[in-house]
């Protein structure tokens, strides 16, 4: 089952580790506690959109950009726990011929 504030902690993490932030930096400039981002990161707690405006605002990113991130993840775990359709087997009628009749014949390049 695919969690979205699991994917949302993944990609927020990710930008975090990307600009060299550490959570007590993240946590000073976004003003929310260093153990609710954390939380957060690791998919245990949901993030109101006010909190989430004030991380993308301490990471300097668009909110429009963590969302597209988060949802291109989401695609690719569908993606991968997609079961895979079965071969679709495709029965061709076969005409035989009735009794006593010829069996039509094709005529083949060679």
């Known amino acids: 089952m695919v969690l979205f504030r699991r994917f949302l902690g993944d990609v927020l993490r990710g930008h975090r580790v990307e600009q060299g932030l550490t959570l007590r930096q993240l946590s000073q400039e976004a003003r929310v506690s260093l153990g609710y981002i954390s939380e957060i990161e690791r998919g245990q707690k949901e993030a109101s959109s006010e909190l989430l405006a004030s991380l993308c605002g301490a990471l300097d990113l668009p909110l429009?950009?963590?969302?597209?991130?988060?949802?291109?993840?989401?695609?690719?775990?569908?993606?991968?726990?997609?079961?895979?359709?079965?071969?679709?087997?495709?029965?061709?009628?076969?005409?035989?011929p009735a009794p006593g009749t010829a069996p039509d014949v094709v005529a083949s390049a060679a």
């Open 64 to 96: 429009s950009d963590v969302l597209r991130d988060v949802s291109d993840a989401i695609v690719l775990e569908e993606a991968a726990t997609r079961p895979v359709p079965l071969p679709v087997t495709v029965k061709v009628p076969v005409r035989v």
